[in-house]
């Protein structure tokens, strides 16, 4: 089946969404739309699937011109689409989620659940999804929903497949796991769509590369074309991908952390006592380096940030900063303590979305000076402040008086970032600071947060992408199931930190996190879930306090 | 807060593509949500246009004289539509003159031979009572609608005014008769008491939200009742707030005069301090919340409770000191009725104060300003319904209809919308109003 688009154009009011966009993809190719965050492309898919009519233009199939007015025209035109928030029944199973408006039936209209498992199965086996169908949905694997999300397209018989930013949520694995079934997928004959903002993965998967920028088409290239080419098109300006950084000059130590468990608040069977979230972590970061912390989503990451903020409280260990003991203070006081904290959810935790910027610039020090005084705020020196801050930010808004809900994530990120990094902080405490954010903003991000470093904070950055924690860190810290796997310098092999993350250290044997020796850092023995492991405080804080080597390359 | 006008239109690089606000808010959230920042002033205003015309056509086609009309239809449909007419707009026009002014008083103040005569015989306070009525109508109804609006923001819903109320009134009415003080310092000392009480149950309700985790509509709700037969019970005890004499009729004794809020306009009309005290802790509170750091966190709190906390803000305390000043307010209430228009407390005082605080707090979209003009209309409403009822024999009731549909319509703006054609707005996004409301 041959999918044409042809000079769509979508108008928001006086902004334009989408402005005379051709596209067309054939059987048994991938086909990659490349663009910033708000470039158009899910509102482009929105249209073809029927959500969103177009203003102008037309879609044809295999020549013919096809009206698209719902999601169900779509489907029967054989489009499919695997959004990229799952819309999936948490509590069925994964037979149940796939024939979910589709179902099989016997006489009388009883559900043939055997039908449903069998075709599940059937088609599991055919693209190597790998999917069980008796399988709880609510208990799978993100990685693993998507699939279900690509079963239900293709039971529906899908002949082009709109994938939006499907890697956004997977790990690094099950990035690759989608990529092979994306390839089966093609060698069967179908057309894949693939939506995303990420350079790596586009070259590594699409066969032809459509690049979106504000809206417009503004070039089509082959895959081989270079990262630094796919990223000027798509940002209209030259990028620099990798930041350049100086050597870090660590300098006293500012956070000291000791054997810290922070509890997991995961619900398990009762009776049942969950593995701590954190499970007895010692590091230090000294002022002017910037520590990695990586890891695959959901290995205690979270929870660490949120115990080092006061978030969460911790069930053993200490910290101090700044030689002071924070070990039970609130996150106010460590807020005041100079602890400047970038949330892994920036919508969530971040900003309050229908506050205006000017409000959401002194979310933490709306109570100091000079933006307050005694109960009064006052609104100039906010206004003064967050004027300058969007300056100084380069926060792309109408004025400082709009909602920070109505700003793309690039700029809700730069306005946490102007917020944080505003006051002098001695610790910056960044979560995932360039999740979702476009090539830009990303650009942007790293120099603040090394421009940080350079200043004197200590730094500590979490992600789960291996990109960012090469492109920034001065040591890296690798965590898996609540512990740090080891500590290595930035040189380190990706195939090595890639064992580490897996719980797997550099000799290859499994389940023995921080075997001795090949750490810079000893991690604390195995079964050690409180604060009296003995060797871990005599021997660990070492590691940091021997930059020499590890900054060598 | 900020004085710049609101942002009309999303920044260029912001398409649908940004996914909005919040991930998943609860139920109640979104409906809040929908009620508090889905509604631009223009719908409120239609909404009560709606609410009026369909109250008109209820008000004409109740009417016997009105159906026996339109039995006629066909041979006279002129006569039919206008008996409809006569009988809505006379309803209406009774309401006005019962709540605003009443043309016939002017006229017989010109048929005094001077104003000072028409100020001993009460002619000017004829002309001047259905303003006065509606303030004191209002007068409540704006403490206990701030009451509710204050913890809308905060993200809170307090069904509870009621309970406040009786905590307000029970504790004003005490100080009122039981104990004996000079002029100005009784009404004071009557009017913090009415503050305290409410505030006691507020404070618990705030409390048991921080501790607990209770549920603050569960609780209110249940508060509602204790206090309720609270007051009954000492209503009935002579030893407690029963009047001596009252053989059972749950009525408390009258509060000394010394403790009654003062008249403003001399003794032919109700209207009292109470009404400029409401007044003042509208504007309070609009302070509170906009100018003030601790309603900055308020409002932070009530926005994102997930990032108040990352803020480093209290998430509990602020609910515990809202609930608190929520409470205050309702008490205060209670004062403006017991110290104002009363004097002493039955068992059936609070009458439908707990929830007419919420609707009209809906009405004013939590907003100060918004609750005052909110509690104007409703006590016009409330000061025109007898005048109606005697002068056109439409049943007062009729007035609580209008109110529901009222508040129906507020609640429901894509029902509004799809009634006038409107479109939704678009820019500013969700929120608008609450950061920035028309007051400010």
């Known amino acids: 089946m041959n999918l044409e688009l042809q000079g769509i154009t979508k108008r928001f009011g006086s902004l334009v969404a989408n402005d005379h966009i051709d596209l067309s993809t054939e059987p048994g190719t991938i086909h990659a739309l490349l663009g910033e965050n708000g470039a158009g492309k899910t509102t482009l898919m929105n249209i073809l699937y029927g959500l969103l009519q177009p203003d102008e233009g037309q879609i044809l199939i295999d020549g013919r011109a096809r009206t698209i007015s719902s999601p169900k025209d779509a489907i029967n035109s054989g489009i499919g689409m695997v959004h990229q928030h799952f819309m999936l029944v948490p509590v069925f199973t994964v037979a149940e989620n796939v024939a979910l408006g589709h179902e099989e039936t016997k006489a009388l209209g009883w559900l043939d659940r055997r039908r449903m498992r069998a075709k599940v199965r059937e088609l599991s086996q055919q693209y190597g999804l790998r999917v069980e169908p008796d399988a709880l949905t609510e208990d799978l694997p993100v990685g693993v929903q998507q699939r279900v999300e690509i079963l239900k397209a293709l039971i529906r018989d899908a002949q082009v497949l709109i994938l939006d930013e499907p890697t956004a949520v997977l790990t690094p694995s099950e990035t690759e796991d989608l990529f092979r079934i994306m390839r089966e997928l093609r060698a069967s004959g179908k057309a894949i769509v693939f939506i995303s903002h990420k350079l790596k993965e586009v070259q590594a998967i699409a066969d032809t590369v459509t690049i979106l920028r504000r809206g417009k088409v503004v070039g089509q290239r082959p895959p081989s074309t270079s990262e630094d080419e796919l990223a000027a098109l798509m940002v209209g300006r030259n990028v620099q991908l990798r930041v350049s950084k100086t050597e870090a000059e660590p300098g006293r130590i500012v956070l000291d952390v000791k054997d810290l468990v922070v509890p997991s608040a995961q619900i398990v069977a009762p009776g049942e006592v969950p593995a701590p979230a954190v499970n007895g972590i010692t590091f230090r970061v000294r002022a002017g380096e910037i520590l990695g912390i990586a890891g695959v989503q959901g290995n205690g990451q979270t929870e660490l940030c949120e115990a080092l903020m006061g978030l969460l409280p911790a069930a053993s260990g200490s910290v101090h900063l700044n030689d002071r003991d924070v070990t039970g203070s609130s996150p106010h006081e460590r807020l005041r303590a100079g602890i400047g904290y970038v949330p892994e959810d920036r919508q969530q935790d971040g900003l309050v979305s229908s506050f205006p910027v000017s409000e959401n610039i002194v979310l933490d020090t709306y109570d100091q000076h000079p933006y307050a005084s005694g109960f009064a705020l006052k609104l100039g020196a906010i206004r003064a402040t967050a004027e300058e801050r969007v300056k100084e930010f380069d926060i792309r808004t109408q004025s400082i008086a709009t909602p920070v809900g109505t700003l793309s994530g690039g700029n809700q990120q730069k306005v946490i970032l102007a917020r944080e990094v505003g006051r002098e902080v001695s610790l910056l405490l960044a979560s995932q600071p360039t999740r979702g954010l476009d090539v830009g903003s990303i650009e942007f991000v790293h120099k603040r947060i090394i421009e940080e470093r350079d200043r004197g904070a200590a730094v500590i950055l979490v992600s789960s992408e291996l990109d960012e924690i090469y492109a920034l860190s001065d040591r890296i810290a690798i965590m898996y199931e609540g512990r740090f796997t080891g500590f290595r310098p930035p040189d380190v092999p990706v195939e090595e930190l890639g064992l580490l993350m897996a719980g797997i250290d550099g000799s290859g044997t499994p389940g023995q996190p921080g075997a001795p020796g090949l750490d810079t850092e000893p991690a604390p023995p195995p079964e050690a879930s409180s604060t009296e492991s003995p060797d871990a405080p005599a021997e660990s804080p070492d590691a940091p306090a021997e930059p020499p080597e590890a900054e060598a390359k | ?440």
């Not at chain 2, 993200?155 to 004996?180: K, R």
């Not at chain 2, 809020?261 to 109470?274: K, Y």
């Not at chain 2, 439908?352 to 003009?373: K, M």
């Open chain 2, 1 to 440: 807060m900020s004085e710049s006008p609101p942002a009309p239109a999303a920044p260029p690089e912001s398409t649908p593509d940004d996914k909005p606000g919040r991930d998943k808010p609860s139920f109640g959230r979104a409906v809040l949500d929908g009620i508090l920042e889905g509604n631009s002033l223009v719908v409120t205003i239609l909404a009560i246009v709606t609410a009026i015309v369909l109250g008109g056509l209820l008000i004409a086609f109740t009417n016997q004289a009105v159906l026996n009309a339109w039995g006629v239809f066909f041979s006279h449909p002129g006569y039919a539509i206008a008996q409809a007419w006569d009988t809505a707009s006379g309803a209406y026009v009774a309401i006005f003159e019962g709540s605003i002014f009443n043309p016939h008083t002017v006229a017989s103040l010109f048929h005094q031979r001077s104003l000072s005569v028409a100020l001993h015989d009460g002619t000017i306070s004829s002309v001047f009572n259905p303003l006065s009525e509606t303030a004191v109508f209002a007068t409540p109804l704006i403490l206990a609608g701030l009451s509710v609006a204050i913890a809308f923001q905060t993200g809170l819903f307090n069904i509870g005014a009621e309970s406040q109320w009786i905590g307000g009134a029970i504790l004003a009415t005490w100080l009122g008769y039981g104990v004996s003080m000079p002029i100005v310092i009784h009404v004071v000392v009557c009017v913090i008491g009415s503050f305290v009480g409410g505030a006691v149950l507020g404070w618990v309700v705030g409390f048991l939200k921080a501790r607990t985790g209770a549920h603050e509509v569960i609780v209110t709700i249940m508060i509602n009742y204790v206090m309720a037969y609270l007051l009954a019970y000492l209503l009935s005890k002579p030893s407690l707030l029963e009047k001596p004499g009252a053989n059972g009729n749950l009525i408390s004794s009258n509060v000394a005069s010394n403790a009654h809020l003062p008249l403003l306009a001399g003794t032919n009309l109700r209207i009292n301090a109470g009404f400029l005290l409401a007044l003042a802790c509208a504007a309070g509170v609009w302070w509170l919340m906009n100018r003030s750091t601790l309603g900055f966190q308020f409002r932070t709190v009530g926005a994102n409770p997930n990032a108040a906390r990352s803020a480093g803000m209290s998430v509990t305390r602020s609910w515990i000191l809202v609930m608190l000043i929520a409470g205050g307010l309702a008490g205060l209430a209670a004062s403006t009725v017991i110290q104002g228009t009363d004097f002493s407390l039955n068992f059936q005082s609070y009458g439908t104060y707990g929830i007419d605080a919420i609707t009209v707090a809906l009405l004013g979209r939590a907003r100060p300003g918004g609750v005052v003009w909110a509690a104007l209309l409703y006590g016009a409403l409330h000061a025109g319904a007898p005048g109606m009822q005697s002068s056109t024999g439409v049943p007062v009731d009729i007035v609580q209809v209008i109110q529901a549909l009222i508040v129906m319509f507020v609640a429901a703006p894509p029902l509004v919308r799809a009634i006038y054609r409107l479109r939704e707005t678009k820019g500013g996004g969700p929120g608008q109003y609450l950061s920035k409301g028309w007051n400010a």
